[in-house]
């Protein structure tokens, strides 16, 4: 949090599916990949009670392509799986594995393809916690140094998500950098941190990866010269039309409670933390939508000062603009209890999601945070 003060304002189954050949059913298996044709394995015997099993289809192995054989059929009060479940392996009976991910109950898996044919790539969340498995998201920046340090991408995202971040730190942007990335978490991008200026040639980069329909998060509040420290996120926000101020605003660690609930980052979520942060403004009137602010005094005046903007810029992408940097810091959550942690972690879902794009790696959030 910034030490200086510039401002003062007063507060308003866990499942991991193996498919053997067939349960069931006689069939073969497809692989992730590849085109080898297997041979099916027999109509499975009527069991009593329970399900048939039929032979083992045995896939001819390749580069993850085995073939799909015919399925068999349910016993009397058993269910059958109709041939072709997928499998990482060539052969049937493999272990359905995708790239950085497990299965999903529907055979979705980190692939880049819309296996189980619902609209949406990559949709799996074999915990059920809220987080894609495949969610491939980045942090541009460094993260604080004030109190417990940063730990949401290293210890609350991580544990989420079977695809690691992706820390990007100080490092020039390129569009090889960013080009995998379907979100982007900007923490400390500024100057004093990253020692310079972001070029032409990088925000033109960013500006581009963004355009692909991708997302990006961006916090503030980690300098006590608000001025130099925003440059670099505001040359990010550019294509939103939403500008920090670049000034200091003091008050502790507090609630925000003035909240919107109009768009789908703010759904169930009724309490954020804020400590001293940076105020957001519309550069371009009707361009973003505020969702949070709070009445504070300038000057003796009393005045809203807003601290969390969205824009949607359709086929140009999505961006979350949040005034502080609290929030990114979860080993701090639970030591406010005005403060809920299930409102933060409920609000970073709700983010994460919406700067998702539409058609990849939506996944329900639960209605209890966990």
């Known amino acids: 949090m910034r030490p200086e003060i510039t ?12 498919f053997l050949g067939v349960t069931g059913c006689g069939s073969s298996e497809i692989s992730s990949r590849g085109g080898n044709q297997g041979s099916g394995g027999g109509a499975g015997a009527t069991g009593q009670g329970g399900s048939g099993v039929g032979a083992a289809g045995q896939g001819a192995s390749g580069t993850g392509g085995s073939g799909v054989g015919a399925g068999g059929t349910p016993a009397a ?11 990482a392996a060539g052969g049937g009976g493999g272990l359905l594995l995708g790239m950085g991910g497990s299965p999903s109950s529907t055979g979705e898996v980190c692939d880049g393809i819309d296996n189980d044919g619902n609209g949406v790539v990559d949709d799996v969340d074999v915990a059920g916690d809220g987080i894609c498995d495949c969610l491939r998201i980045g942090a541009i920046g460094l993260p604080s140094t004030n109190g417990a340090g940063t730990s949401l991408l290293n210890d ?6 079977s695809v690691p971040y992706v820390n990007i730190g100080a490092q020039v942007l390129t569009p090889d950098l960013l080009k995998d990335l379907q979100v982007i978490v900007v923490l400390d991008a500024s100057s004093q941190v990253i020692k310079r200026v972001y070029s032409d040639a990088e925000v033109t980069a960013f500006r581009d990866w963004l355009k692909q329909n991708h997302g990006v998060f961006t916090t503030s509040g980690y300098q006590s010269n608000a001025a130099t420290e925003v440059v670099n996120a505001n040359k990010l926000l550019i294509d939103s039309g939403i500008q920090y101020r670049g000034e200091n605003w003091w008050g502790g660690i507090h609630p925000i409670t003035d909240i919107l609930h109009i768009h789908p980052i703010t759904e169930g979520v ?14 371009v009137m009707g361009a973003s939508l505020l969702l949070a602010t709070q009445t504070g005094s300038s000057k003796g005046a009393t005045v809203t000062i807003p601290w969390l903007r969205v824009a949607d810029m359709g ?12 929030i990114t810091d979860d080993k701090l ?3 406010y209890p005005n403060i809920p942690a299930a409102d933060l972690q409920r609000f970073w879902l709700n ?18 945070i966990f």
């Not at 009724?270 to 550069?283: F, K």
């Not at 086929?315 to 609290?326: K, P």
């Open 7 to 18: 401002r003062l304002f007063e507060s308003a189954v866990f499942v991991t599916a193996i």
């Open 77 to 87: 009060g058993g269910s059958g799986n109709v041939g072709g479940q997928q499998s």
């Open 156 to 161: 609350w995202l991580n544990a989420r998500s």
């Open 270 to 283: 009724n309490t954020l933390g804020l400590g001293n942060g940076d105020p957001v403004d519309e550069a």
């Open 315 to 326: 086929a140009a992408g999505r961006a979350v603009v949040w005034g502080d940097e609290w």
């Open 333 to 335: 959550w639970n030591s």
């Open 351 to 368: 983010s994460i999601k919406w700067l998702t794009p539409v058609t990849e790696c939506q996944v329900p959030i639960p209605a209890v």
